[in-house]
């Protein structure tokens, strides 16, 4: 069983900046694929960024790249998501997922076996 619990979240103005933290329990930590989705209200959860467990390699939605950036710090057991520039649409509540299997692809939320309870992020215009 892995437990993740997302922090950071937020009010921040437009071009701001936010730093999301997730924390997972689980012996191999570094052996999991990480991910960040987001859901904004009346939308589909999205999916925002993830990292493979092998060499690091990141992977951004169109929509983030440039602005977002994903990392991971096997030894704290933490992946976070860096998010500036922010701008209004970016206002969602986000996840934070972790795939075990690693079945299908890091893009798609069945990908991942646990989530986080969520973390609100608002950017005011």
């Known amino acids: 069983q892995v437990q993740l619990v997302e922090s950071g979240g937020g009010l921040v103005q437009a071009g701001g900046s936010l730093r999301l933290s997730c924390a997972a329990s689980?012996?191999?930590?570094?052996?999991?694929?990480m991910g960040w989705f987001r859901q904004a209200p009346g939308k589909e959860r999205e999916f925002v960024a993830t990292?493979?467990?092998?060499?690091?390699?990141?992977y951004y939605a169109d929509s983030v790249k440039g602005r977002f950036s994903i990392s991971r710090d096997n030894a704290k057991n933490t992946v976070y998501l860096q998010m500036n520039s922010l701008k209004p649409e970016d206002t969602a509540v986000y996840y934070c997922?972790?795939?075990?299997?690693?079945?299908?692809?890091?893009?798609?939320?069945?990908?991942?076996?646990?989530w986080g309870q969520g973390t609100q992020v608002t950017v005011s215009s």
């Open positions: 990292i493979r467990w092998s060499f690091g390699y990141t």
């Open positions: 997922a972790a795939g075990v299997s690693g079945s299908g692809s890091a893009y798609n939320a069945p990908f991942y076996d646990y």
């Open positions: 689980g012996r191999t930590f570094s052996s999991y694929t």
